[in-house]
Antibody, heavy 119, light 106 residues
Framework: EVQLVESGGGFVQPGKSLRLSCAASGFTFGIYAMNWVRQAPGKGLEWVSKIDGSGGSTYYADSVRGRFTISRDNSNDTLFLHMTSLRVEDSATYFC????????????WGQGTAVAVSP | DIQLTQSPSFLSASVGDRVTITCRASEAVSSYLAWYQQKPGKAPSLLVYAASTLQSGVPSRFSGSGSGTEFTLTISSLQPEDFATYYCHQLISYPYTFGQGTKVDI
């Protein structure tokens, strides 16, 4: 059974940093691209970042480029999102999501971890 | 960036109703479009990918159609567990984008 479990969320002041983790199990982690998607309270979904299976290619939304870094540890089946220079508008639940193997889709999602940025 | 506009944003329906949600893209996305269902406090769940392919385990009352810039998600006979918010999602180019969501309520 595929499982994605996010952790690392919490309360943080503007300008500070936070690292989110997504522990994967139930599949061969290193062959799948992974994504982070966020959802502000009461709002819709916003794609944040993607990393390919090897970690060699990364992609970012304009709203986070230069502040957030996606990475992965394939030996420990874990995805990361290192968030710096956090802003109030980064407050959201952050979900990790696995790509499909051959089709473009977000096939599996974690339950999310909440980040609150407040003075 | 490719903008996805869903209509309606809110839909009031009854059990047994046929429901159609439309997603229009600001430019062609071929068939690289997916649909997700999200219930309050839960993660989204994949319903349809490649515009019209039903994800394994999704009830057959759900169907997707379209290509290019106009897509639809249809629920043929709404069930109590289908009251949720639905999102379309384009995966043809970065940044990936989602529609604003359609809330299906009683």
């Amino acid at each position: 059974e595929v499982q994605l479990v996010e952790s690392g969320g919490g309360f943080v002041q503007p300008g500070k940093s936070l690292r989110l983790s997504c522990a994967a199990s139930g599949f061969t982690f290193g062959i799948y691209a992974m994504n982070w998607v966020r959802q502000a309270p009461g709002k819709g979904l916003e794609w944040v970042s993607k990393i390919d299976g090897s970690g060699g290619s990364t992609y970012y939304a304009d709203s986070v480029r230069g502040r957030f870094t996606i990475s992965r540890d394939n030996s420990n089946d874990t995805l990361f999102l290192h968030m710096t220079s956090l802003r109030v508008e980064d407050s959201a639940t952050y979900f990790c999501a696995r790509d499909g193997r051959w089709q473009r889709m977000f096939e599996f999602w974690g339950q999310g971890t909440a980040v609150a940025v407040s003075p | 960036d490719i903008q996805l506009t869903q209509s309606p944003s809110f839909l009031s329906a009854s059990v047994g109703d046929r429901v159609t949600i439309t997603c229009r893209a600001s430019e062609a996305v071929s068939s690289y479009l997916a649909w997700y269902q999200q219930k309050p406090g839960k993660a989204p769940s994949l319903l349809v990918y490649a515009a019209s392919t039903l994800q394994s385990g999704v009830p057959s009352r759900f169907s997707g159609s379209g290509s290019g810039t106009e897509f639809t998600l249809t629920i043929s006979s709404l069930q109590p567990e289908d009251f949720a918010t639905y999102y379309c999602h384009q995966l043809i180019s970065y940044p990936y984008t989602f529609g604003q969501g359609t809330k299906v309520d009683i």
